[in-house]
């Protein structure tokens, strides 16, 4: 159980490290705005839906996947509304004041908003099976669905940890940049936005196309 837990955990922390995907552009974004307890209630809503898929591709969610295929393009055009609302956000923003943050800055709306993005990602389910597939491969871990919850809160912890530091890090040196820098940075994560919704698209597109009459 202790490898599962420490491997789900390593997972977690390095998968989140590239800064690319609507998450990690939510949560530096509230960063450099200095809403840090915002940016932190996305990270653990995002790191929550994620280790539900963990957990669930380490109990086999790929089969019961393969029984409902039509959760595919279901989950896909949502999420192209959803991330082409994101990257309009972003492209309109402007810069923040530099002020201090409202302590009072609830909780409840950022966990909604990253539980539902990442929740709609299907992509997730292949890479966290290909990663629960990996780790049985390599035999360190025995075949049991009692450890899929443990991965898969492991995995969470290790989300969440990653953010933690991101957000710490944007904190420590935010203020080595000028608003306009932070501005453009910002927009063009509302352009990458834009560009995975259009992905989306495509994978959409591709879908109806496949499933469709021969």
Same mark, same amino acid.
């Given at each position: 159980?202790?490898?599962?837990?420490?491997?789900?955990?390593?997972?977690?922390?390095?998968?989140?490290?590239p800064?690319?995907?609507?998450?990690?552009?939510?949560?530096?974004? +509230?960063?450099?705005?200095? #809403?840090?307890?915002?940016?932190?209630?996305?990270?653990? !809503? $995002?790191? @929550? &839906?994620? *280790?539900?898929?963990?957990?669930?591709?380490?109990?086999?969610f790929?089969?019961l996947?393969?029984?409902?295929p039509?959760?595919?393009?279901?989950?896909?055009?949502?999420?192209?509304?959803?991330?082409?609302?994101?990257?309009?956000?972003?492209?309109? +923003?402007?810069?923040?004041? #530099?002020?201090?943050p409202?302590?009072r800055?609830g909780? !409840? $709306?950022? @966990? &909604?908003? *990253?539980?539902?993005?990442?929740?709609?990602?299907?992509?997730?389910?292949?890479?966290?099976?290909?990663?629960?597939?990996?780790?049985?491969?390599?035999g360190?871990?025995?075949?049991?669905s009692?450890?899929?919850?443990?991965?898969?809160?492991?995995a969470?912890?290790?989300?969440?940890?990653?953010?933690?530091?991101?957000?710490?890090?944007?904190h420590?040196y935010?203020?080595?940049?000028?608003?306009?820098?932070?501005?453009?940075?910002?927009?063009?994560?509302?352009?990458?936005?834009?560009?995975?919704?259009?992905?989306?698209?495509?994978?959409?597109?591709?879908g109806?196309?496949?499933?469709?009459?021969?």
């Amino acid at each position: 159980m202790l490898i599962a837990v420490l491997v789900g955990f390593f997972f977690g922390f390095v998968g989140s490290m590239p800064v690319a995907g609507p998450i990690a552009a939510l949560v530096f974004s +509230r960063g450099v705005d200095g #809403r840090f307890r915002s940016g932190l209630s996305i990270a653990a !809503g $995002g790191a @929550l &839906a994620e *280790g539900t898929y963990a957990c669930l591709a380490f109990w086999g969610f790929s089969e019961l996947l393969a029984s409902y295929p039509v959760m595919v393009p279901i989950s896909r055009a949502v999420a192209v509304v959803v991330l082409t609302a994101l990257g309009v956000i972003f492209l309109l +923003r402007k810069p923040a004041a #530099r002020t201090a943050p409202d302590k009072r800055e609830g909780w !409840g $709306g950022g @966990l &909604a908003l *990253g539980f539902t993005i990442t929740a709609l990602n299907p992509t997730l389910i292949a890479t966290w099976s290909a990663a629960a597939t990996t780790l049985f491969s390599t035999g360190m871990v025995e075949f049991n669905s009692a450890l899929a919850l443990p991965f898969g809160l492991s995995a969470c912890a290790g989300i969440v940890s990653w953010f933690a530091l991101l957000l710490w890090l944007v904190h420590r040196y935010r203020g080595r940049f000028s608003d306009r820098s932070l501005g453009r940075m910002i927009k063009v994560m509302g352009v990458f936005l834009l560009g995975v919704a259009a992905y989306f698209v495509v994978l959409l597109v591709r879908g109806l196309l496949a499933a469709g009459p021969t």
